[in-house]
């Protein structure tokens, strides 16, 4: 994006118009593009928090149909996705039928642009109307920041900047894995490039490295990261702290919040994991105030029935029911040690960011990308084993992962590299 420079202000005048208030120079709002997942968006969110438009940044989804048949498709882009899913809806309307492939028994289909139930005041990205909104505010009100993440919102985008290429400045979180000069900055995680370090290299067969992307390592427009960004930063935690001070603050201290995902590509497990940590936190609740269990919506239904039948009824335990308002950002804020499942980087991420130590369960049923994420934060210092012989009393510390604020100082000085700011 070139600079833009301005025309002299009128001299002597009584006061300047709002273009010459830092000019076209200036970023003064965002977008945001997710997919409706929270992990995702709230990537998003961290980093336009931590740039410090937080209160300026509007939210827009890329959606998928769900349910039934369309969990099959989702490796499709998403605009012929849609395009089955509206035939399947026109030729078999609101029969049985159609009512079971989507997942769904005598409930109307999902609204028409894919939203499902709780979305429907959401906008649904459209790159043209986008690009189009950032034109025409752009002598008033400067470029547009454009902060996208999840591969459906990749083609979006890219869209948007192929588009209004002068007007906007667009930041794809997670690795696109191809052609990421289509954007001014990627954003992803360091272990997204295991497959080039020398240990990816052995795992990988030769007759498959050229499909294993990415093929060549990180670029002048590639800000890594750590882990996954998010919002938990400490004006966030400060508010959570006080929100949830009367139902936390009582407990009997320490505070141990279990944070239990669930089973992934690269990190699978079972109820052998839940039987493994069952018998850890049972070893450890002597040296516990109380301690707060959370199940996140992967995790499997044999792995919390396993928790809630060996623990549910211990007095120092709570397990949380999934019922609003959800206690996570309050957790994180009171809690004085973490036990996290190695399936979740955006957990880990998370409470990593607080300083507190963060024990982790689960690592050695994880490959790939997953164990050099873990590889990594043992070397920090930030995490350590759970093997249920911890005396979760005695604490301990390392320097907090502030990925957001780092990526968030990477942007700003690629803006000022090409003549832009932000704006206070």
Known sequence: MRPIRLPEPP??????PEIFEGGVNVIRRAVVIGNGFAGTENQCIGLVRALGLADKHSIYRVTRPRGGVNEWLRWLPVSLHKVLDNLIRQILGNSRFAMSLRGRKLIPFPFENGLHAGLSSILEADAKRIASMAREAFEKEGPLLVVASGRDTVSVASSIKRLARENVFVIQI??????????????????DY????VSGQQETPRLFRRWITPQEPPGRNVVLSTGAL???????????????HDELAPLPKPLLIVNIGGPTRNCKYGSDL????????????ASCGSVRISF???????????????LGGHPKLYIWDGEDPNPHMGHLAWADAFVITADSISMLSEACS???????VGSEHCKWKFSEFHKTLRERGVVRPFTGLE???????????????????????VLAERGLTLSR
């Open 174 to 191: 997670q690795h696109p894995r191809s052609r990421l000069d289509r954007f001014d900055l990627v954003v992803t995680p360091r272990h």
């Open 230 to 244: 998010h919002q938990a930063d400490s004006a966030a935690l400060r508010i959570a702290a006080t929100s949830w």
């Open 391 to 413: 005396d979760i009393s005695n604490s301990w510390s390392y320097p907090p992962l502030n990925d957001a604020i780092d990526v968030a100082s990477r942007v700003r000085e």
């Open 11 to 16: 001299s002597g005048s009584m006061g300047l």
């Open 296 to 310: 996140s919506r992967r995790t499997p239904k044999k792995v919390s029935d396993i928790i809630i039948r060996d």
């Open 194 to 197: 295991y497959a080039l370090t």
């Open 354 to 360: 607080t300083g507190k130590p963060v024990y982790v």
């Open 274 to 285: 839940a039987t493994q940590l069952v018998g850890s936190l049972l070893n450890v609740l």
